[in-house]
């Protein structure tokens, strides 16, 4: 059995993370639904309960990226994309630029780390 690259290893941690800030996000975006005009709040509540769902999806293939799994990679790649545009709809209805901006840099990061070598080739020889 061979040993995961350290880059796979550090992508795990970094999804963890990821997963746990964005539940976090989107419990704060929800809440932020009583700071918000009468006609906001549907979207608001829509967009911070999307953005818990996906931020627990990706906390529940952390541990089996960390085994090589191709349908973990293929389901993380696809759960990041959903939240990048999450992000993105985010920034542009409420005011939680800073957080949002900073998790979709992360976010980006673990892409290229997914599909990058050596990180890929972890993912090829399974």
């Not at 996906?54 to 973990?72: K, N």
């Amino acid at each position: 059995m061979r040993r995961r690259p350290v880059v796979v290893t550090v992508v795990v941690i970094l999804v963890v993370l990821s997963g746990l800030s964005n539940t976090l996000l989107g419990i704060a975006v929800l809440l932020s639904r009583y700071q918000v005009p009468d006609a906001d709040v549907l979207p608001v509540s829509l967009i911070g309960a999307a953005v818990i769902l996906f931020g627990l999806l990706t906390l529940a293939v952390a541990a089996a990226v960390g085994r090589g799994s191709r349908l973990a990679r293929l389901l993380l790649t696809i759960y990041l994309a959903v939240q990048l545009v999450l992000h993105a709809v985010t920034a542009a209805t409420t005011d939680w630029d800073w957080a949002v901006f900073a998790q979709a840099a992360v976010e980006v990061l673990l892409l290229v780390a997914l599909w990058a070598p050596p990180g890929s080739r972890h993912f090829a020889d399974r």
